[in-house]
């Protein structure tokens, strides 16, 4: 069955990087695309970004960009996620989800339980 | 559609049908997904592309969408179906996936 497992969340000073594991595993990796979402405490999701089945196209919440990378390794079976110069607003749950096709157009069919960053001032 | 707009709320009794918003620009001519999260937990996918349920998922969910509206329809409300719902597109103008701000249903 598929199975997401995100590993790497804690507590991090403000300014501090911070990686992100989400290691995948009963379904072919390489044919999916995957997603970041967070959730802050208490509000509702937010899309954070995507990465193509081969890792080569991306995209990002607006806001985001520059400052989090997504990456996907299809040897691993591993989707990441870099996060430097956090802020107290980035604290959240990060769940990392499965788009339903090679993109990140279809609707998220499967979720991670999450893992919760975080960010101390 | 840039931005997703739901009611922060509903309420319904057992047995009722309650029907949840999700209101963008042209959403008639996007594909709508939609996710239930249940308290202290991820969500789930229980309906995608406007009408279609996942495998799984209870014939008593079901989505429409047409204008500027798209809908969720739950059938004969169940204590367990109280959750947060959130409806979602993909933007192809903008490339960037799109969440509601949620619609929380309280079963009565």
């Known amino acids: 069955q598929v199975q997401l497992v995100e590993s790497g969340g804690g507590v991090v000073q403000a300014g501090r990087s911070l990686r992100l594991s989400c290691a995948a595993s009963?379904?072919?990796?390489?044919?999916?695309?995957m997603h970041w979402v967070r959730q802050a405490p208490g509000k509702g999701l937010e899309w954070v970004a995507v990465?193509?089945?081969?890792?080569?196209?991306?995209d990002y919440e607006d806001s985001l960009k520059g400052r989090f990378t997504i990456s996907k390794d299809n040897f691993r079976n591993t989707v990441y996620l870099q996060m430097n110069s956090l802020r107290a607003e980035d604290t959240a749950v990060y769940y990392c989800?499965?788009?339903?096709?090679?993109?990140?157009?279809?609707?998220?069919?499967?979720w991670g339980q999450g893992t919760l960053v975080t960010v101390s001032s | 559609s840039s931005v997703l707009t739901q009611p922060p709320s509903v309420s319904v009794a057992p047995g009722q049908t309650a029907r949840i918003s999700c209101g963008g620009d042209?959403?008639?001519?996007?594909?709508v997904h939609w996710y239930q999260q249940v308290a202290g937990q991820a969500p789930v996918l229980v309906v995608h592309?406007?009408?279609d349920r996942p495998s799984g998922i209870p014939e008593r969910f079901s989505g429409s969408n047409s204008g500027s509206t798209a809908t969720l329809t739950i059938s004969g409300v169940e204590t367990g179906d109280e959750a947060d719902y959130y409806c979602?597109?993909?933007?192809?103008?903008?490339?960037?996936?799109?969440f509601g701000g949620g619609t929380k249903l309280t079963v009565l």
């Open positions: 989800t499965r788009d339903g096709s090679t993109s990140g157009t279809y609707p998220m069919d499967y």
């Open positions: 009963g379904f072919r990796f390489s044919s999916y695309g």
């Open positions: 990465v193509w089945h081969d890792g080569k196209k991306k």
């Open positions: 042209n959403i008639g001519t996007q594909r």
């Open positions: 592309d406007d009408s």
């Open positions: 979602q597109v993909w933007d192809d103008v903008t490339d960037h996936v799109l």
